[in-house]
């Protein structure tokens, strides 16, 4: 059999840039590398993006600019509106294009997957759907918003309201996204996957019970966690000293409330009356960038902080530092972790969706509660005291990802399951193959 040809459909693409982002151009570049016809599809969010374009040699096709450019300006209930309008145009582009992709694999179990499994179903085409963020700090555990979030207070006035965080910050993992459309449109989308018995691809161990407490536990679901480029992202090479990187931290993130770089400065103002000569570098950007400056300069931390923006060579970035940190409030599968621990970084990270799976603590990296920037304080301090232990860690961190998380066996894992969905292995529910799982280690 010919190689299945596959369209990736992605809420947003580049030039946003994100976790699912990076992780769906890197797949589709590995897909095309190996002989593979892959294709992104997304949204035009901004009239000035292409239609359509080669990116890294991934041809990426853009639809219905005309109804989301410039959306962001006009009230809630226009927005919404004009978004099903262009989940319309995204149906009868995949309805168009049916006979040029024998696969869609749909990063984000969101509105987006209503549409697309709709137009599977019309044409017989086989999907899989990649579960790509998980809310709760618990196993199963589901987030609730009452309406309101603010970044942590510490010894700052808690009512200040430059503190307070928008509407943004509010939808936590892929499932409360569809939720927010009512629960009609989750019935629906859930009989359609379940009627064409489409794979779910989770990231991370939590999701199963993400997946349940939200009574969107289907037949089949596939543990692949994301995978690092281990040629791209390597240690330094043994002849660069570490001297001058011992005292530096390195974050690498977007600067949004799910992030929990709040968190990371309260523990930083902690860190620094105990080791003033510390220096963390934040690498990204965001909503919130300019709040996060205004609290590193009340918090009286601003001198030991550098914000670089966005930056195109993480890599150079992370060999700034002896170590990482990620004090997300929840994640799927943090890209970031990976790629600190890929160069050889040990991380001191929060136990939430991901995480909690690739470093195991007190081997190759260590674990906080998310929100305990106290704990957080003490984690880094502690690897900041012990260049030796700081060593070991980043050891067993390189070892991790070689063994478990590089790119080429997470791509196998993909490409295998194209092929089984392409095969017509589905013949009544009863022949559905049990869950596997993709090896994690203890």
Known sequence: MSNPR???????????????????????????????????????????????????GVPVIRVAGALLGGREKLPRLIQRLLYL??????????????????????????????????????????????????????????????????????????????????QQALVGGDLEALESFGRPVVRLVRFLLHKSYTPIVILSSRMRGYLAAHDFDLPDVQLIPNGVDITRFNPVHADT??????????????????????????????VYQQAPQARLIIVGSGYLQTQLECMAKELGIANSIEFTGLQCDIPAQLHRGSLAVLPSRWEGMPNALLEAMACGLPCVATQVSGSEDIIQHGVNGLLVESEDYQGMAQA???????????????????ETIERHYSFEQVMDKYIELYHRITVGRWQVAGDTPTSKTYHLPS
């Open 6 to 56: 596959i369209y990736i459909a992605i809420p947003t693409f580049h030039p946003l840039v994100g976790g699912a982002e990076t992780q769906t151009l890197a797949q589709a570049r590995n897909l095309c590398e190996k002989g593979y016809a892959a294709t992104v599809i997304t949204f035009r969010h901004n009239k000035m993006w292409l239609p359509g374009e080669v990116i890294q």
């Open 85 to 166: 309008l262009a989940l319309l145009v995204m149906s009868w582009t995949l309805w168009h294009q049916r006979r040029c992709y024998d696969v869609l694999h749909v990063c984000q179990l969101n509105l987006l997957t209503l549409p697309v499994a709709i137009v599977c179903w019309l044409t017989g085409k086989p999907m899989l759907i990649v579960i790509v963020s998980a809310a709760g700090s618990g196993l199963g555990e589901v987030t609730k918003s009452h309406g309101k979030a603010s970044l942590i207070a510490g010894p700052l006035d808690a009512t200040a309201s430059w503190l307070q965080v928008g």
């Open 241 to 270: 000293s570490i001297d001058g990187r011992e005292q530096v931290v390195v974050c690498v993130s977007k600067l949004r409330y799910e992030k929990g770089i709040d968190v990371l400065l309260q523990a930083w103002r902690l």
């Open 380 to 398: 880094l301090l502690t690897l900041l005291r012990d260049p030796v232990l700081t060593r070991k860690y980043g050891l067993a961190a390189r």
